[in-house]
């Protein structure tokens, strides 16, 4: 399916606040009249919507007369560009390649340094990302090809297979961006182009937990102090050489790249990449950065980690370096330049954020001497507005369970429901909304209880649960925060099997509110699959005998289609026999028993 040739653009980004001027551009590529239509055409396409089969006829066709056109010229016109963002993260190895060489070319004075070009890179970037994801390991180049010096990865027309001419085009765009970083990362276009590289190269690397670095064999002392290697899918490994490149480059330019906001988020980007890619460079690029913005040998007086936390600018790399450090890392930034200060954070509008990462990642010890510190105060940062500090404390004390009952304790004397002890059965609400006993300002999180739940001891929260009148407790399902804690008491492996039947049958004569409302219903879906066969038949009874009122509403109707109720009215055994199918099967056999 192509677009036949005869004869709305999206606007392009604008300069980023603090990016160096763009350069004068040198004059592009343009379509001719004829193939600019062709585009337009295929753009209105596009917009009118395809069936997938349709869309397998149309990209190669259109892709095939970008190619003709010349990838360049193509990425500069408004219709093409868009066209090209819509088709390229899910062309094949062969086109990217073909893409990517061509608009590598010419560094910033090429596409890569146009608003439009910038964003077709980054959609083949993103096209990359999705090949190396799914083909990790896959992805070669021949040796001969990765003995070759730097800036030399050149091969004739048809040298390669598909596979082996993307890595090669990815290699020279990694040559082109490395050999002039700070340029490109300073660039409104070329920060783009940088940060959609550095993920196409981390393809495929897993989700690391939160709190776990990574362990850098390779790391110098300085860059030591980082957790268990994490175990998973990588990059491929033909990417791993080209992230060390570009790695080494940010190292080199280390200090050129704090500002402005577009090479500061280029940094972040890059930490982000290799702490996921379990990469050495890692530990080394982290430990440079914190010796910038916390250098050695500073006066006692003077805490420059502290003044950089409470800086607008600087505070998200000190946040990104924290991320990615590891435990002997945090406990030496810990002692040497935040013990004694964390109120002052606490309290800080932008530092706040900085100590919310800290107690993310925080070995056990530095949150022992964390909570004694922050812990008599905890109302403070409450006051202020900054609920996450006491989200991310018990957090951290949900990770290191020697410090729960403490962290407990101040969380709740924070809420004014400590003292007298018949004041901790209305923990939950406030909590759940983060307001202290007796009003105030409310925010709503729903975290606080969440993390609550899965202490070893949930005693407290659930005590306040059980106290709740059952409206009450349909309300809490029905309210944003609320409905994570109940997300919280079905999922939490602490939380014992008797409290939590006994709060569910409190849900009675409730159900239908429930299914009738966006976050009750999604709660609802969570008690079904928590629940066993006789409980849901239950559910199933009262929901069934309002049918009328699930169908007038949108949310009701999900539910009962999601619960199968027009076939628990009309053949109950059939439906008996749906809920014991395995879940991998229950949807073909809920299709074949509605037939």
């Known amino acids: 399916m192509g677009v036949r040739r005869r004869g709305g653009s999206a606007p392009a980004p604008g300069p980023v606040p603090g990016a160096e001027p763009a350069p004068t551009p040198v004059p592009a590529p343009r379509l001719d009249p004829g193939t600019a239509a062709y585009f337009r055409r295929a753009l209105e396409t596009l917009q009118e919507g395809l069936s997938p089969e349709e869309l397998e006829l149309f990209a190669p066709n259109v892709l095939a ?9 193509a990425a500069l016109d408004p219709a093409a560009s868009r066209v090209l963002q819509s088709l390229l993260p899910r062309a094949p190895a062969g086109v990217l390649g073909r893409v990517l060489g061509a608009l590598a070319e010419g560094g910033l004075g090429g596409p890569a340094g146009h608003p439009l070009g910038a964003r077709v890179l980054e959609a083949a970037l993103a096209g990359v990302a999705a090949a190396g994801a799914e083909a990790s390991g896959q992805l070669e180049v021949p040796q001969e090809q990765v003995e070759m010096p730097q800036g030399q990865l050149e091969v004739a027309e048809g040298q390669l297979e598909a596979p082996g001419q993307l890595v090669v085009a990815v290699g020279q765009l990694v040559d082109a961006v490395g050999g002039d970083l700070v340029a490109f990362a300073r660039h409104p276009a070329g920060s783009f182009v940088v940060r959609a590289l550095l993920r196409a190269l981390g393809a495929g690397a897993p989700q690391l937990p939160q709190g776990v670095g990574l362990k850098d064999k390779g790391a110098e002392p300085a860059a030591e102090g980082v957790g268990l290697k994490a175990e998973g899918a990588g990059p491929p490994p033909a990417f791993l050489p080209l992230l060390g490149q570009l790695a080494a480059a940010f190292e080199d330019k280390l200090p050129a790249l704090l500002s402005p906001a577009p090479a500061s988020l280029c940094l972040q980007v890059a930490l982000e990449v290799l702490h996921r890619s379990q990469s050495p460079a890692c530990a080394r690029l982290c430990a440079a950065l914190i010796g910038c913005l916390a250098p050695p040998g500073s006066a006692p007086c003077h805490r420059p980690l502290v003044e950089a936390l409470q800086d607008p600018e600087r505070s998200r790399l000190a946040e990104a370096a924290m991320t990615v450090a590891g435990p002997r890392v945090l406990r030496r930034l810990y002692r040497e330049h935040l013990r004694g200060r964390l109120r002052d954070l606490a309290r800080h509008r932008v530092a706040n ?29 409450l006051a202020q507005g900054h609920p996450g500090v006491l989200t991310a404390l018990a957090g951290a004390c949900r990770r290191h369970s020697a410090h729960q009952q403490e962290a407990l304790r101040h969380l709740f004397q924070a809420f004014e429901c400590w003292e007298p002890p018949g004041r901790r059965r209305a923990c939950v609400g406030l909590l759940a909304g983060l307001r202290p006993f007796g009003g105030g300002a409310s925010v709503d999180e729903g975290a606080e209880p969440q993390h609550l739940l899965h202490f070893e001891d949930p005693g407290p929260v659930l005590g306040g649960l059980e106290a709740l009148p059952p409206p009450a407790l349909a309300a809490l399902a029905c309210s944003p925060p609320g409905s994570h804690v109940w997300d919280a008491l079905l999922a939490s492996p602490t939380v ?11 849900l009675k004569g409730h159900f239908v509110s429930l299914a009738c409302h966006r976050n009750g219903s999604r709660v609802l879906d969570a008690i079904w699959a928590a629940s066993a066969a006789p409980a849901r038949a239950a559910i199933a009874t009262e929901l069934v005998a309002q049918r009328e009122a699930l169908q007038r509403d949108p949310h009701g109707r999900g539910v009962a289609r999601a619960l199968a109720l027009d076939l628990f009215a009309r053949r109950r055994c059939d439906w008996e026999r749906l809920q014991a199918a395995p879940a991998r099967r229950r949807a073909l056999l809920g299709a074949i028993l509605e037939d």
């Open 353 to 381: 954020h900085g100590l919310q990462r800290l107690l993310d990642h925080a070995p056990a010890n530095v949150v022992g001497e964390a909570l004694a510190e922050l812990g008599p105060a905890l109302a403070e940062p």
């Open 65 to 73: 007369e970008a190619a003709a056109a010349g990838p360049a010229a």
């Open 496 to 506: 014992p099997a008797r409290p939590r039947r006994r709060l569910l049958r409190k």
